[in-house]
Structure formats: C-alpha cells, structure tokens
C-alpha cells in the first residue's frame, strides 16, 4: 500500500544536539511538507518542498533544515537552535501542491531530556 | 490573506446526538476546503473536500460538509454520533497556493 512513513515514532534530544526526523513517501507526490502540532495551536508549516532539490520555508522555519536530494524522501533536522522543540511532527505530501489534500504521516513525537 | 476559524476547541454530544463543528474561512478567491480528523498519536485524515463542483461535499464515515459562500462557513455534520468519532478536527483552505491553512482544532467528545 501507498503511504508516508515518518520514523522514529518517538525521539529525544539532548540539550545542544542536532536530531534528524526521516520522511518517506511511496505515493509519487511531487510535494512534500513538514509541520508542527503543539497542544491548542494547530499545524504550524516549518518547510515544504515541490521539487527535488529546492524547499521553501514555512511560518516557523527557525532552527530547523530540510534537504530533498530525492522525491520520495524529506528528512527534517531540528538543530539546536531550536530553543522549544518538544512537540509532536508531521511530514505530508501531495500529488502537486497547488489545491490538493495532503496525505500524512503518523509522526514523530520530539521530547528534551 | 487566507484563514481558517474553527469555533469551539471542544464540542461534546451524546452517541446518536447530532455532530455539528463549525468552520468559518476568510478568502479573497473561491477557496478549497477541506476537513481532516485526527485519532490520538496519529497523523491527520482527509474527512472529505470542496472543490466548487457542488456545495453540499460528503465524506466518509458519514460526515458531510455544507459550503455556504454568503456565510464564508464549511461546517461539518453527522447525523449521529458513535463513540469512534470521538478525536480532533481540522478545517483546512487552500486559496490556489501551494500551502493549506489549518484551523486550530476541535475536539469531539462522545459519551454514551
């Protein structure tokens, strides 16, 4: 079946240290995004991408980096410039971007230890 | 510029109550919408989605939204509820980019 797998399901940093969050989908979709859920404040759009080899920042892009080298992959490193980075993260796709559903992932909860 | 107002961030009903969360969208073009649910620790769920070809959209799991463009809402509706609707609901509208907008959420309860 087609899908987007987010790994590791659960994850947590250290203070001061970089952690990647992988995402792969097999639908085929051009476009790729990465979100953040906090409890009361919706999605928030951290970086999207509608191709392979460029990305865009979203609403809160501070302290995180994205690559997109091929396109079924979209991995999101929160770097330790994130001050607040416990939350609980989705990557989605869709077909083209403009207009379309995006399909999700079952995310990837980041905890501070 | 777009947004998404979800009114209540949490609505409670009896299981066979009528489920009603409401949505209300600011848009300068004729929006896409699109609800979504989400069940505890999972990623979100495409409910169903309005694309202008009509106003009334059904989804699955017998809910349903209305598009009503005088009142700028998409409230989304299910006759009766089960105790398995009980999650998170998103209001989402794409103004012809590539970004959806979410709203913040709704919780549904369902009590028996």
């Known amino acids: 079946d087609g899908g987007i797998t987010q790994s590791p399901k659960y994850l947590f940093r250290k203070e001061g240290q970089n952690v990647t969050l992988s995402c792969e989908q097999n639908?085929?979709?051009?476009?790729m995004y990465w979100y953040r859920q906090d409890p009361g404040q919706g999605l928030r759009l951290i970086y999207y991408?509608?191709?392979?080899?460029?990305?865009q920042k979203g609403d809160i892009a501070e302290g995180y980096s994205v690559s997109r080298e091929k396109k079924e992959s979209f991995p999101l490193t929160v770097t330790s410039a994130q001050k607040n980075p416990t939350a609980f993260y989705l990557c989605?796709?869709?077909?083209?971007?403009?207009?379309?559903?995006?399909?999700f992932g079952d995310g990837t909860r980041l905890s501070i230890l | 510029a777009q947004s998404v107002t979800q009114l209540g961030s949490h609505v409670s009903v009896s299981e066979g109550a009528l489920v009603l969360l409401r949505c209300n969208y600011s848009?300068?073009?004729?929006?896409?919408l699109f609800w979504y649910v989400q069940y505890p620790n999972q990623g979100l769920q495409l409910l169903l989605k309005?694309?202008?070809?009509?106003?009334l959209v059904k989804g699955i799991n017998g809910f349903e939204a209305e598009f009503k463009k005088s009142e700028t809402s998409f409230h989304l509706t299910k006759p009766s509820a089960h105790m398995s609707d009980a999650a998170e609901y998103f209001c989402?509208?794409?103004?012809?980019?590539?970004?959806?907008?979410f709203g913040t959420g709704t919780r549904l309860q369902v009590f028996p």
């Open positions: 989605a796709s869709s077909i083209d971007g403009r207009n379309q559903p995006q399909h």
């Open positions: 639908l085929n979709h051009d476009a």
């Open positions: 991408s509608q191709i392979v080899n460029d990305f």
């Open positions: 848009s300068s073009v004729p929006p896409y």
């Open positions: 309005y694309t202008s070809a009509a106003t």
């Open positions: 989402a509208v794409s103004e012809n980019t590539d970004k959806l907008i």
